[in-house]
């Protein structure tokens, strides 16, 4: 496992008892309703995510990412509440391993997906989490210290994506699996919820160009709270025209589970190259 700096701070707030987390989460989610930036960032996310497939839902769905944004932040203190999700369909990243070939497994930083890249390991084996570069930084903030703690909390390594292309591309050629974020800012154009986006075609050329399997992770979210997840069936990239028919299959795999839980997308506009936004806690 990855030992990562625990800060005071990380202490402090991993010390509240798993049971008395709820309480936390209503009180913050209270102090931050009476903001009205904070109710505006919420609608601005949901807008640009289902203002063109569905506008009927913005209002509802940015009340409730206000609070699944309070959630996240404090889950990520709670390993036991995020690190172990159910797995539907682990089979397929364990046939897809089997092979010896590399693996590629793709996903979207929608659910509480540090838990989820740590899930992975305990429905399969340990995997290495491409990362970006901040996160492992001496000086990260707290947050970004916890969300690598919660992945790597069940053995998972975290893998700077700032080694570059080469290095990723030889860690698989090796037959190693790494988990790679779809919805990185990039140059490429895909289309994704009705709206064409600007994102990262890296994941899909590194499959491409090392012959690595691929498999999509995808979030879930019941109305009790219970999350889980769910792997689509390994992926050839050979059956794809090229890198970037392959990104538009994998991002259009997403659509479904993002739109049955919208407001389980972290800070989409992040995720796709609006410049406009900026990362928090």
Not at 180 to 195: E, K, M, N, Y
Not at 218 to 230: I, K, Y
Request: with cysteine; proline share 6%; glycine share 8%.
């Amino acid at each position: 496992m990855t030992q990562v700096k625990v800060t005071p701070s990380m202490r402090v707030r991993s010390a509240v008892p798993d049971a008395l987390v709820p309480a936390v989460v209503r009180a913050r989610v209270a102090a931050k309703r009476r903001r009205p930036a904070a109710m505006e960032k919420a609608h601005r996310e949901m807008e640009w995510l289902l203002g063109a497939v569905a506008p009927e839902r913005v209002e509802p769905a940015a009340s409730a990412y206000l609070v699944r944004d309070v959630v996240r932040s404090e889950w990520r203190y709670h390993p036991k509440l995020v690190s172990y999700q159910q797995v539907e369909n682990a089979a397929a990243l364990t046939k897809a391993r089997g092979t010896g070939r590399g693996v590629v497994v793709s996903f979207l930083h929608h659910g509480h997906y540090e838990g989820a890249t740590a899930s992975l390991a305990v429905a399969d084996r340990p995997l290495g989490i491409v990362v970006s570069p901040e996160m492992l930084a001496e000086d990260a903030p707290t947050f970004l210290r916890q969300h690598v703690r919660a992945g790597t909390i069940t053995g998972n390594h975290p893998v700077d994506a700032g080694l570059g292309g080469k290095e990723l591309a030889g860690r698989l050629a090796k037959g190693e699996a790494l988990a790679i974020a779809t919805d990185v800012p990039g140059s490429a154009v895909v289309p994704f919820l009705g709206r064409d986006r600007r994102g990262s075609s890296g994941a899909a050329r590194l499959a491409a160009a090392t012959n690595s399997l691929v498999v999509t992770m995808h979030a879930h979210c019941e109305s009790d709270g219970r999350l889980w997840l769910s792997l689509g069936d390994p992926i050839e990239p050979r059956d794809f025209a090229d890198p970037d028919d392959l990104l538009r299959h994998l991002v259009a795999a997403q659509e479904e589970s993002v739109l049955a839980w919208p407001e389980g997308y972290h800070q989409p506009t992040l995720r796709w190259g609006d410049e406009s936004a900026t990362s928090t806690d």
